[in-house]
Structure formats: structure tokens, C-alpha cells
């Protein structure tokens, strides 16, 4: 990194026009790989605080899952449920209040699968201690299912409807033509062979578990018992439902079958980000690894317009070119500068680091 990198030199011209107000995109499974945000562990206060907050109330499985994300260990891999979702949801956070620090207040959340329940914890709807045993409950039911996975298909709902055979579903709606599915391996198989015999668009998701199908039910029916025995509130701030499509109502928010069922039903994200964007132009965030969120709301056509703008927080995977976290961190910061936020510049600052210290981590 630069010393142009280094917020005490940064500048910005008024553009007389206020800053776009800002929301938050939590991403869930699919955006994790292995090493995500672990370039601000140690550097950020806050994102280091909170992560460790959150490995010590996950108990003693948090070793080895934060062995294995700081690369010192591979007990299991990041693909795996396992670690993916409870990893998911601890870099969101972290990253979320990262962010909140530099004094930066969304107007608005929306979550995709997994990443609703960071906006919900966010919005105050779960305390974190209950949202991290909700979580790691929704992991060990999980392992129980069968195997299987999930596949983005560019394609409409109407086209792959008639595919869908056994317990495969649609799994989510992500924007224009961007369909995911999920099903037991090997009914999801039977699906891609006859999809990709027919020259459809296929990418494979990485997840071993089919999450958003009926296969995961007995999962749901266990999540829902143990979610009875916690407190549900409304939320403190506006989160827009992946489930619904629209703004999360304190009636869902407090039923405990809302959030235990979300593991089989569909996500509209797609549908939820458009209710979002009609609210107004905004600057939208991607709090979270990767840039999934990110593509998908470029589609949109407030985005595609420069209405609204959307920015990813962290790189694209480890191996991007150059990727580092601080750097994308900063990145975004100043982005938020020169669009007109203020910041606490001594919060952001901490993100810094000598072009040495980055290169010698990229090596490793």
C-alpha cells in the first residue's frame, strides 16, 4: 500500500449535492474462501475484538474453525458447513461493526440465506450470544441432512421449473436470470445433466449442504425448538427481508418459525434488493468476503443508471491480483469520504500499513 493509502492524506472536493444514504448487504454461503478478512485480524481493533467476542461464545469448537481460517490448520475445509456458515457469520459482523466504527450508520440492511440472521443480530432482533448459538444449532442440524449442494443457473423461475425433480427447489432469486437451485446430490445432479444438455448457463456453488430445499426440513423442525427458548425483538432499524421481499415486520421478526424455516424456503433477493432501491437512490455496501452481493445488485437498473452505487468491502477471493484486505478496506473508506460521509479518520488510519507488511502476507 501507498502512502496514498494513508487517510491523513486524503482530500475531497464538495460536489454540493448531500451523500447518498447507506445500506448495508451481508452476503451467506457461496461468498466464503479460505483466508477471508484474516489480513484485518490483529490490525483492526474492532474487527479482531469482535471476532474473538465471537469464538468465545461458540465454545470449544472455536479453536480449531479459527486454526483452520488463519490458514495455520485444515481440519476442515471452508466449503464445508461446518465452517463455512459459522465463519460467514462472524466476518459479516465483524466487518458490519468494523465499519459502524468508523462512523459510518446504515439507513437500511439486507442479508442473503445466512446473512439475514447478521442483519437481524445487527438490527437487535437477536442478541449476538443467542444468533451465535442459533447459528451453530442451524450447522449441527445441517450435518445431518444428506449431502448435497446448490448450482446458479442463468435462467428464469418459469424456465426451470420444469427441471426440478425429487426434493431439488429453487433455491434463491438473485437478480435478472440468476437462479440458484439446491437439492441431494444426487437428484441435483440428474438436474445439471439435463440443463446442461440443454445448453443452459451453469456455475457450481460451493456448499455441501441443500440449503433452500425441502431435503433441509428435519433441520428446520429442530432449529424451531430451539429457537422457542430465546427472545425474539422487533428491530431497532429497517431490514429488508430476503424471505418476504419486503421490510421485515415485527410480527416475523418474533416468530421463531420465521427464522427456523428460512434453511428450506426461498430467498428473493433479487425481489427484496428492488423494494429496497424503491425507497430511494442509495450507496450500498457489500459487508461481507467476496463480491456476490456486488454483482448481482450491478445488474439493477438504479445501479446500471448510477443512481445508486454498490461497493464490496473486501477482494474478490485471496487470490485476486494485489488483494489484500486493509488495502480493499481502505478503499472503501474512501470512497465514503470522497462521496461526502464523515468518518473517524483515527479509526480508519488503523487500516494502514507499510507496502512491506503487504507484500510479505501476500507471500505467505
Known amino acids: 500500500m501507498t502512502a496514498a493509502g494513508d487517510p491523513r492524506l486524503w482530500t475531497r472536493t464538495p460536489s454540493g449535492k448531500a451523500p447518498r444514504p447507506i445500506a448495508f448487504l451481508l452476503p451467506g454461503q ?9 489480513a484485518l485480524y490483529g490490525t483492526d481493533p474492532v474487527f479482531t475484538s469482535t471476532m474473538d ?3 468465545s461464545i461458540i465454545g470449544p469448537e472455536a479453536g480449531e474453525m479459527r486454526s483452520d481460517w488463519l490458514g495455520q490448520t485444515s481440519h476442515i475445509d471452508i466449503d464445508d458447513v461446518r ?3 459459522p465463519l460467514l457469520f462472524a466476518v459479516d459482523y465483524a466487518l458490519a461493526k468494523m465499519v459502524q466504527s468508523w462512523g459510518v450508520t446504515p439507513v437500511a440492511l439486507l442479508g442473503h440465506s445466512a446473512g439475514e440472521l447478521v442483519a437481524a443480530t445487527l438490527a437487535g432482533v437477536f442478541s449476538l450470544e443467542d444468533a451465535v448459538a ?9 450435518v445431518e441432512i444428506p449431502p448435497g449442494g ?3 443457473v442463468a435462467a428464469t423461475e418459469d424456465q426451470l421449473r420444469p427441471y426440478l425433480i425429487g426434493k431439488v427447489a429453487i433455491a434463491a432469486v438473485n437478480a435478472s436470470r440468476q437462479i440458484m437451485l439446491a437439492g441431494p446430490d444426487d437428484e441435483l445432479h440428474q438436474v445439471e445433466n439435463m440443463l446442461r444438455t440443454d445448453d443452459f448457463i451453469i456455475a457450481v456453488v460451493p456448499a455441501t449442504s441443500p440449503f433452500h430445499c425441502p431435503a433441509m426440513a428435519p433441520a428446520a423442525v429442530a432449529a424451531e425448538r430451539q429457537l422457542a427458548g430465546i427472545t425474539l425483538n422487533a428491530p431497532n432499524q429497517t431490514v429488508y427481508s430476503g424471505y418476504t421481499a419486503e421490510i421485515m415486520t415485527e410480527k416475523d421478526s418474533v416468530r421463531p418459525e420465521f427464522w427456523a424455516w428460512q434453511v428450506v424456503d426461498t430467498v428473493y ?4 434488493l428492488d423494494r429496497m432501491l424503491s425507497s430511494g437512490d442509495l450507496l450500498m ?3 461481507g468476503p467476496g463480491q456476490t452481493l456486488t454483482s448481482f445488485a450491478r445488474r439493477h437498473r438504479s445501479v446500471r443508471s448510477r443512481a445508486s452505487e454498490v461497493l464490496p ?3 474478490l477471493s485471496r487470490d485476486e491480483l494485489l488483494a489484500d484486505d486493509c488495502s480493499a478496506a481502505l478503499h472503501l473508506a474512501a470512497k465514503l469520504w470522497a462521496e461526502g460521509h464523515d468518518l473517524d479518520l483515527e479509526a480508519v488510519r488503523k487500516l494502514w500499513r507499510p507496502a512491506e507488511d503487504i507484500a510479505h502476507d501476500l507471500e505467505d
Open 30 to 38: 457461496g461468498s466464503q474462501y479460505a483466508g477471508m478478512g484474516t
Open 53 to 55: 467476542d465471537i469464538f
Open 83 to 85: 465452517r463455512a456458515q
Open 134 to 142: 442459533s447459528q451453530m444449532e442451524r450447522v449441527r442440524r445441517a
Open 150 to 152: 446448490m448450482l446458479a
Open 269 to 272: 433477493f433479487g425481489p427484496a
Open 285 to 287: 455496501l457489500e459487508i
Open 313 to 315: 468491502t473486501l477482494p
